[in-house]
């Protein structure tokens, strides 16, 4: 579309046009915005028409890999990101002075080596700035904590930051890497194994989300030269169950080496010396969407990232150990 000469004023922008804007500009389509939104792709498009129509210029352009800013479209988006980071902080700062004393909930989920070892820290000093903050705490394994983000009903995940198609429209801002490695119980018939080859015909229990499941088969078996194990590979949901469940039988899983740390007291679980190496993995803030974040959850962060510094240093030594196995980035 072509700007075109007019002496009529333009109609004044509208806030929802703003907010639209800059949803399918980061997410990079209606549809993902609509998700990310809660609104309709209709009402998304409808809103996003006018303003063209309105200021006789357009401001996407359809491309092979979804749509793309034409300059106007770059230019006005700029202002719309300040106008809709400036209303955010004034809905802010109203919401805190409205809910002084009042109760507010926030909805958390946690990757289960940081529950274990930073949480308790955490939950200590932002229950002591924010006593009237309810919180609802989640496992925050990807196949569970991805769509509940998704859904709108989890505010904020410290957990594995997506990568690729598994990451669609979350955001994740790294803070934490870590290794993985591929863990049985103590006394496992193959636990002097030294090669995935080895393991090829046992059982193996695994999170993922579909999105993630091939990068993680990859990771594991195919860049190894393996195939995947057809039929042996299970899904689990829960961190305890996977632990449990490896603890007692002959299941084999790939676990984190901060969460094997936290689970080394007990005996129960061992990694194995395999030859193979395998890629890290990042720990992060995980999102949906690019927006700001609610109050409650910028100062949870602010005191998960105070609680990293203080606890790099802690003589307690199941942190110490969780600490010489992570690298913190930020």
């Known amino acids: 579309m072509t700007s075109l000469p007019s002496t009529a004023a333009a109609p004044a922008m509208k806030l929802h046009q703003m907010r639209y804007l800059v949803a399918v500009a980061g997410c990079g389509s209606v549809r993902a915005a609509s998700r990310s939104l809660g609104v309709t792709q209709s009402a998304i ?40 980071a400036q209303i955010a902080q004034a809905e802010d700062e109203m919401a805190r002075l409205r809910g002084h ?29 924010l006593p009237q903050v309810r919180l609802e705490l989640f496992e925050g394994l990807s196949a569970v904590a991805h769509p509940r983000l998704r859904e709108g009903t989890m505010d904020l995940l410290i957990g594995r930051v997506p990568q690729g198609a598994s990451a669609g429209d979350l955001h ?10 591929v863990v049985a119980r103590a006394g496992h018939p193959l636990a002097g194994a030294r090669s995935l080859a080895a393991l090829t015909d046992c059982d193996w229990l695994l999170n993922y989300t579909p999105p993630e499941e091939e990068a993680l088969v990859q990771r594991i078996f195919l860049r190894h030269g393996l195939p995947v194990p ?35 007291p007990q005996g129960r ?20 969407g690019h927006g700001r974040l609610p109050w409650p959850a910028e100062r949870f962060v602010h005191h ?3 609680q990293v510094r203080a606890c790099r240093h802690s003589p307690d030594p199941v942190l110490q150990r969780v600490f010489r196995s992570i690298d913190v980035l930020a």
Not at 172 to 181: I, K, S, V
Not at 269 to 288: D, K
């Open 304 to 306: 998960l990232m105070e």
């Open 230 to 264: 057809a039929g042996r590979i299970h899904l689990v949901h829960s961190a305890s169950l996977l632990l449990h469940l490896v603890a007692h039988s002959d299941m084999l899983s790939f676990c984190p080496w901060p969460l094997i740390e936290c689970s080394a």
């Open 172 to 181: 994740g801002m790294p803070l934490l890497r870590y290794e993985a490695t």
């Open 45 to 84: 498009t409808q809103a996003l028409r006018e303003l063209e129509e309105g200021h006789r210029l357009a401001l996407f352009e359809r491309q092979s890999s979804g749509i793309a800013l034409t300059p106007a479209g770059h230019a006005l988006l700029r202002h719309a990101q300040l106008i809709t």
């Open 101 to 129: 004393g009042a109760a507010t909930r926030l909805s958390v989920g946690v990757t289960p080596w940081v529950g274990q070892s930073l949480l308790p820290h955490v939950l200590r000093s932002f229950r002591a700035e």
């Open 269 to 288: 679980i061992v990694p194995l010396a395999l030859r193979e190496q395998f890629e890290p993995h990042t720990v992060g803030v995980v999102q949906r």
